[in-house]
């Protein structure tokens, strides 16, 4: 008859502990990168949503550069309703940027910020005015916290 050997068996039980132990601990660590991952993807996906638009919006701000350019260059002889109705467009277009959480860089008087301004020339003025925005060629927008395009200026120095 086969003789019983304690010793043996509960080196074969610790054995199967150790390996359980080891399973569950790769478990826990696949369910932590499980559980990572879906909060990086849910990020990258409300990233997606927040700023997926963007590029119709640029071409949204394009078109408002064009209709308040073509506003400021009207004759003097221009139709009043008109010019009325083209200012009208003109708020409704901005109206709906705002409500894409689009936001207009101001620019004028404030300290040149090379992550909001683009210079594009520097011009001689006041000592207390050196490094601030005096003029501005183009707009610039934010969308949320994001410059999607920066704004184009005249800096004095």
């Not at 400021?72 to 200012?87: E, F, R």
């Not at 000592?127 to 994001?146: A, F, H, M, Q, T």
Request: aromatic share 6%; hydrophobic share 35%; proline share 4%.
């Amino acid at each position: 008859m086969a003789e019983y050997n304690k010793q043996q068996d509960t080196s074969a039980l610790e054995a199967c502990q150790a390996q359980a132990e080891e399973y569950l601990n790769g478990w826990k660590r696949a369910q932590a990168d499980l559980i990572n991952y879906k909060k990086e993807e849910n990020k990258r996906i409300q990233e997606l949503l927040k700023f997926g638009n963007e590029r119709i919006l640029l071409e949204m701000i394009d078109a408002l550069d064009g209709l308040e350019t073509a506003l400021q260059h009207a004759p003097p002889n221009t139709d009043l309703k008109w010019l009325q109705g083209m200012k009208q467009v003109v708020a409704q277009l901005r109206d709906n940027l705002k409500k894409h959480n689009i936001e207009r860089i101001q620019s004028i008087g404030k300290p040149f910020d090379p992550h909001l301004h683009e210079a594009v020339s520097e011009v001689e003025s006041h000592p207390d005015e050196s490094g601030k925005v005096i003029e501005e060629l183009r707009p610039g927008y934010k969308l949320y916290d994001k410059v999607i395009r920066p704004a184009r200026v005249i800096i004095s120095n």
